[in-house]
């Protein structure tokens, strides 16, 4: 029996996140690019010929940071650490995007990426709010619209590549449940689906993490912002 569809997504966002190094907490802090009060875009990155610049790299970040109901990524300065790990998830994002689009594969649906542009209208506070948001980093309604684009074809292309490998089987639940007697007052049965999404979930998280480094290692990618490691060298 398969896990449920929805855990993918999830733990899509799972794995996303610790590409972001897990920093839930914003730090308040100069903000990376500011110079004597003001502010210099540059080329952060060049994936597969590609330019992503600075303000990109910190516009997808605050996405993904109020996506996961991090609200104070709105407004205060992103550190050095959150950028690192939003653009290695920008790489990823890219280059699997890239991926499905020389295979004329994964499209995203007008409803659903609708859908989403409306979850995170009401997550940053309703219309007024998301105006607000876009003005400050001088993006438009069709460039956040593209950034929730990208990201929900990832998650297919990625869910596509590990979910198979993610399924646990009725030995994995048995034993698991065995192991744990302490942990599961109710008899295996009544148990059983909540220790299957458990596994799954873990696994899919693990799974998504290593395919994610590899979708890296294999794309022309050049990293140039000072906070990142090559440029550091």
Not at 97 to 115: S, T
Not at 160 to 176: H, Y
């Amino acid at each position: 029996m398969a896990a449920p569809r929805r855990a993918g997504a999830g733990t899509f966002w799972l794995a996303g996140w610790l590409l972001l190094l897990a920093a839930p907490v914003v730090r308040a802090q100069t903000p990376v690019g500011e110079v004597q009060g003001r502010v210099v875009d540059r080329v952060v990155a060049i994936i597969e010929g590609r330019v992503l610049t600075q303000s990109e790299l910190e516009f997808e970040a605050r996405v993904a940071l109020v996506q996961r109901g991090g609200l104070q990524a709105l407004e205060v300065p992103l550190d050095e650490e959150l950028l690192r790990g939003a653009l290695e998830l920008a790489i990823s994002q890219r280059v699997q995007v890239l991926n499905a689009d020389r295979l004329q594969a994964f499209p995203a649906e007008p409803a659903e990426v609708d859908a989403r542009l409306e979850a995170f209208r009401l997550r940053v506070g309703g219309s007024q709010a998301l105006e607000r948001f876009l003005g400050r980093a001088d993006v438009g309604l069709e460039g956040l619209k593209a950034v929730l684009t990208r990201g929900l074809r990832a998650e297919r292309v990625l869910d596509s590549r590990i979910r198979l490998r993610a399924q646990v089987g009725e030995t994995e639940i048995r034993r698991f449940y065995e192991q744990h007697p302490g942990d599961f007052p109710a008899d295996y049965e009544t148990v059983r689906e909540s220790i299957r999404e458990k596994l799954f979930r873990e696994r899919y998280a693990a799974l998504a993490v290593e395919e994610l480094a590899q979708v890296r290692a294999s794309a022309q990618v050049r990293r140039v912002a000072p906070f990142t490691r090559e440029a550091k060298r």
